[in-house]
């Protein structure tokens, strides 16, 4: 993105940090749940960190300085206990010699898991690493889930180390030495009466998120505008607060499963601790995340889609950008663990029982064998089918129980870059999953064609990496910049699914913010209904297959029949959206 000047510029806030190289400065790198992770009464936290000194040592919680005889800290590390009855899940940093570190997500509910030591996975048939012996069981839905995993532990010498209550799951660490050992487990334990099934891990024990290659050309330095996003900050910023009939807003809460954010970069400096402000542009957005060691990372600039400083170089963030005007957006950044697809699940879970109202998941699978649209097999991202198998019913888990207890949630996924179909539920977890609390993210890049407007379908074209199909709801600009050290610097690009996904989220918070009654159908009409279009007209029978997202339907379009924008794929138009968001408050209620 460029660098944004004109009128918002007074709404930020310049850092005073010091420099990002400061060698000195307190950061937490990781928080995660230490010993029993099955009690629930009495809760143990473990916490590394970077530049921790010896001296005395101050731990908040939302705000509110610990005791000190909750805590001991060792070098870098230090240890938490907690009492759940006399606390609440909240943002949680250390300060030392007046200096705050970082604030990350505490969580006080109880799912959580254990991610494999490089010693404890191993390569399987089809070259993947998976997990030797820690396996996840899913246990039906009438039964106690701990009562029966404790007594399959117990029949088969195996251990019960993590779980996932509210899905009924329960993680086991098996007696297993090898594949062969555990694959034999599995398939006894999957045999069981009240088991529903089996999930298996595949992912290295430090699995970085990564997007493939990029063989497309450098997209230009206008993509969002594709988008309209600034007219969207802009509209925000004029008639939420308008003398003549303002708007009341509601905060809204925002989950991100990511691993970490780099608050050394200069888009993330000035949320350390509690991120005071100058009193006149409160509330504001907060950010809560682990601490990376690089500005570059996929975390750092998924969530500098949403919240990254204005004008500092690097990235620009939507909600950043609704500070004063808005209600004061929290985004928390948390993966649970190192433990892949079933960490990502503990996470959500957690998230939306601590309030989170939409969820942000950049991130997706295939299934070894899965094509793309070339027909040559997609080489990244991929599971073998035993794994898929599991993560399929441990997903379906996760939507039933969400429905049946949180309605009201979204999850905004991306639609993946493999050049595939998303909805092709054999080989693509998790968008190909068909319920209105999902949705489905795909990406385009600028035309080259510079004599179109910008609601003209040929002002963009598809990404040629992402996924497609009719399960995709919605496309957004798919590239970024990655977020710097130093001010004024511009960040490389970033491209992909992943990137046009938080796009998305921000402007589902942004409707939420306007009008908290919306449900998800009713959130998934509204970006329907104001979206622009992109791609060519085939009356509904793409000749090659190629439905780029669900073409727009008459009744997406005031029931006009001739209205030329049916039949064509949807592209995001942030400003519009709003406009409808405010409009819906009347007929809403």
Avoid at 469 to 498: F, K, P, Y
Wanted: charge should be negative.
């Amino acid at each position: 993105m460029p660098l944004i000047r004109p009128l918002l510029a007074t709404l930020l806030v310049a850092s005073a940090c010091g420099s990002a190289y400061a060698a000195d400065a307190l950061r937490l790198s990781n928080l995660k749940r230490c010993g029993d992770l099955l009690v629930s009464e009495t809760l143990t936290f473990c916490l590394d960190t970077r530049g921790l000194g010896s001296g005395p040592l101050e731990v908040k919680l939302g705000g509110k300085r610990l005791p000190d005889a909750t805590f001991t800290h060792e070098g870098q590390t230090v240890r938490l206990t907690l009492k759940r009855k006399d606390h609440t899940s909240g943002p949680l940093w250390l300060e030392q010699d007046g200096k705050p570190s970082n604030p990350v997500w505490l969580t006080l509910n109880g799912s959580h898991v254990l991610a494999a030591t490089p010693r404890e996975v191993t390569k399987n048939m089809d070259g993947l690493t998976t997990y030797i012996d820690l396996v996840s069981l899913i246990i039906e839905e009438d039964a106690d889930g701990l009562e029966v995993s404790r007594k399959l532990a117990k029949k088969y010498g195996a251990e019960v180390v993590g779980a996932i209550p509210p899905l009924n799951t329960y993680q086991l660490r098996l007696p297993a030495k090898d594949l062969t050992e555990r694959d034999a487990m599995v398939l006894r334990l999957g045999s069981e009466i009240s088991v529903d099934a089996v999930v298996i891990e595949e992912s290295s024990a430090e699995e970085n998120e990564r997007t493939p290659a990029q063989l497309e050309k450098t997209p230009n330095e206008n993509e969002w505008a594709a988008n309209r996003f600034l007219d969207a900050v802009n509209y925000y910023q004029r008639r939420i607060p308008a003398k003549a009939a303002p708007i009341p807003t509601t905060p809204v809460r925002i989950g991100i499963i990511e691993r970490n954010v780099d608050f050394d970069a200069a888009d993330f400096n000035d949320y350390l601790g509690d991120a005071p402000r100058d009193a006149k542009r409160t509330p504001h957005t907060r950010v809560y995340a682990r601490d990376a060691q690089a500005p570059d990372g996929h975390g750092t600039t998924v969530t500098g889609i949403l919240a990254a400083r204005w004008d500092k170089g690097g990235n620009t963030g939507f909600l950043r950008g609704l500070d004063g005007a808005g209600p004061g957006f929290e985004v928390i950044v948390e993966r649970n663990s190192d433990a892949g697809i079933t960490a990502n699940i503990a996470a959500s879970v957690n998230l939306i029982e601590d309030g989170v109202r939409v969820l942000n998941w950049s991130w997706g699978i295939h299934r070894i064998g899965a094509r793309n649209i070339q027909g040559d097999e997609i080489d990244s991202l991929v599971r073998s089918g035993l794994a898929m198998s599991g993560y399929e019913e441990l997903l379906e888990e996760f939507f039933l129980w969400l429905r049946r207890e949180h309605p009201d949630v979204v999850v905004v996924n991306s639609a993946g870059n493999g050049s595939s179909l998303s909805g092709a539920d054999e080989y693509r977890l998790p968008s190909s999953f068909v319920t209105d609390q999902l949705l489905v993210v795909g990406g385009h890049q600028r035309s080259e064609r510079e004599d179109v407007s910008v609601d003209d379908p040929a002002y963009v074209v598809k990404r040629n990496s992402s996924n497609i199909d009719t399960r995709v709801d919605i496309s957004a600009a798919a590239c970024a910049r990655a977020s710097t050290l130093r001010e004024d610097e511009q960040g490389d690009t970033h491209c992909g699914t992943s990137y046009a996904t938080p796009m998305v989220t921000g402007i589902v918070a942004g409707l939420l913010s306007i009008n908290p009654e919306l449900k998800p159908e009713q959130l998934r009409m509204l970006l329907r209904r104001s979206a622009m279009t992109l791609g060519e007209e085939f009356d509904f029978e793409p000749t090659d297959a190629e439905d780029l997202t669900a073409p727009i339907l008459p009744s997406e379009r005031n029931f006009e029949l001739n209205n030329p924008d049916i039949g064509l794929s949807a592209r995001l138009d942030m400003q519009k959206a709003l406009d409808l968001a405010v409009k819906s408050r009347d007929r809403v209620r």
